[in-house]
């Protein structure tokens, strides 16, 4: 009951006539810059996008992202993203999409982009030095339009060629992780030269699974293989990774005594794995938490707090499942309760915080 009441409280307080002053580092502020999320509309006026924008302005939220559906011409796209870095008071906002190329594109040739081969295709003919001239024409397109991140490149190794949501796309431009290593490198070097970030994916490793995230559980205990972290490994160590986006994937072996834990959701992969044996202190971001691999286990309360638990700095909801223009207000009352629940909570937040704070003032220091 006492939680409930929090709760409602923290929605008063939050979004009531009252607002917080804007002050550096407000625990709402850090939390709120904890969320990225997706909306309706593709102008904007659009009311999705307008809400957005409010979101963005009152500090509550980190970032938005684009889908398809979003892009109807790139006119409008350039329009409502000066709308977003404007409306944001103070850390720009994470302005994100997936743009792979092949299957994988939210920019397209029908609004006027240049559309590239996918990545099987890309490195089948071409070099990695070519590829990286191919990578940088894109993503100078996708900087014009007032984007700042892209979720790639696979890191994914495409062991398995029945895999439906992987090789079935040719997202991962090889099996063998020297091959992807090299291309990925390329993909993040063009980024980085255009003013971008980007997001290795799908860690642990989506390559040998046999299930698609998007439409459940994914158990990839008996088809994965460990060598399916030496991209992460290799590039991390390197210094090339800016985000590090871990899938929904479970295995048994690295369970945390408490069900089935997805990747997302699980300390001994996040703070174990990647944090720990891989050394990686930059941002986690989560792979969609509406895919049905999350919301048909998890409620968005457990979501929310076994994410950060867990060691996620970024929250992605696509809003796609049930569609609300409030979520992000929904997920940053969550936090805020758990929050003064548990200062350890509070703590993992104020982590976060720094860690994003420090990749956002290094792609204000590249525009």
Known sequence: MLRALFVSAAFCALFGASALPATAATLEEMAGQMIVVGFEG??????????????LAAG???????????VASLAAVRRMNAGFREAAPGLPPFITLDQEGGAV??????????EIPNAATVAARNTPERAEAI????AAGIAEQGFTVNFGPVADLNINPDNQIIARYGRAFAADPETVIAYDRAFIAAHRAAGLATALKHFPGHGSSTADSHEG?????RSWAPEELEPYRVLIGEGMADMVMVGHLYHADYASGDG??????????IGGVLRGELGFDG?????DLEMAAIRDHFTLEETVTRAVRAGMD???FSNTADYRPELSREVLAILLAEAADDPAFAARIEQSHGRIAALKARLEQGR
């Open 135 to 138: 990578y940088a024409r894109m």
């Open 60 to 70: 509550r939220l980190g970032g938005v992202m684009f889908l398809k559906k979003n």
């Open 260 to 269: 089935e834990t997805p990747a997302s959701l699980s300390e001994r992969w």
């Open 283 to 287: 941002v986690v971001v989560s792979d």
């Open 42 to 55: 593709e102008d904007a006026d659009a009311p999705g996008a307008v809400a957005v924008a409010e979101e």
């Open 105 to 114: 594109e939210r920019l397209t040739r029908d609004v006027g982009f240049t």
């Open 217 to 221: 559980f994914v158990d990839i205990t």
């Open 314 to 316: 970024v929250l992605l």
